[in-house]
């Protein structure tokens, strides 16, 4: 089955304590890209990939590093998180980046910084 | 310019009523517009998307209408049912300076159809 799998799906942290959250996509895709959704703020970018060792910023970057070493996998990581990165955060795939289509998400981790 | 505002940010419908979701957008090199649909506990997935070379595009009881010269796109849920209860995310992109494909998602619509 198609996937874009995360883990975890669900975590409460402290402050500080750097955590990851990984993404799996099993379609070959080139593209992936994580999100956060907050309430009346809809589905903001963070970071992307276009392919392997290929990443950018998004729109709200800051607090957060990705890498992505093999094209399946994206993770997305919280060197020390703060009780502002407290979220829903989403994973997405796409088959290519530089065509308008489709994108993938992942079922959400929903994180709670203390 | 990079903004898509959505609206209505909730929506309350009787069973067999007609849904309607409306989003507006300035930057008239966006080409791509895509409606997500999320349930509760689940990730968005792709609903119907429409490109600004057609006014209409309809799949089923989803509808998309578009208004190039105005900027405004909607989604219409005809005969609107339970099931259907969700958030609605509108999104409009374009490929960017950086060579990719980039989406801004409007700040979406809780729908609930009551049955």
């Known amino acids: 089955e198609a996937q874009v799998t995360q883990n975890p799906r669900y975590l409460i942290t402290v402050t500080g304590k750097k955590l990851t959250v990984t993404c799996s996509q099993n379609?070959?895709?080139?593209?992936m890209s994580w999100y956060r959704q907050d309430p009346g703020l809809g589905l903001r970018q963070i970071y992307y990939?276009?392919?392997?060792?290929?990443?950018d910023k998004g729109d709200v970057p800051e607090g957060y590093k990705v890498s992505r070493k093999e094209k399946r996998n994206f993770p997305l990581i919280l060197e020390s998180p703060s009780p502002n990165q407290t979220s829903l955060y989403f994973c997405?795939?796409?088959?290519?980046?530089?065509?308008?289509?489709?994108?993938?998400f992942g079922e959400g981790s929903r994180l709670t910084v203390l | 310019q990079q903004q898509v505002k959505q609206s209505p940010q909730s929506l309350i419908v009787q069973k067999g009523g007609i849904s309607i979701i409306n989003c507006a957008y300035e930057?008239?090199?966006?080409?791509?517009f895509p409606w997500y649909q999320q349930f509760p506990g689940k990730g968005p997935a792709l609903l119907i998307a429409?490109?600004?070379?057609?006014s209409e595009k309809k799949e089923g009881r989803f509808t998309i209408s578009f208004n190039k010269s105005a900027k405004q796109f909607s989604l219409h849920i005809m005969d609107s049912q339970p099931g259907d209860s969700a958030t609605y995310f509108c999104a409009a992109s374009k490929l960017w300076v950086s060579g990719t494909y980039k989406y801004i998602f409007g700040t979406g619509t809780r729908l609930k159809v009551l049955a």
């Open positions: 379609m070959n895709h080139e593209y």
């Open positions: 990939s276009m392919n392997v060792e290929v990443t």
């Open positions: 930057n008239t090199a966006f080409d791509y």
């Open positions: 997405a795939s796409s088959f290519e980046a530089r065509v308008g289509g489709e994108l993938f």
């Open positions: 429409i490109r600004p070379d057609v």
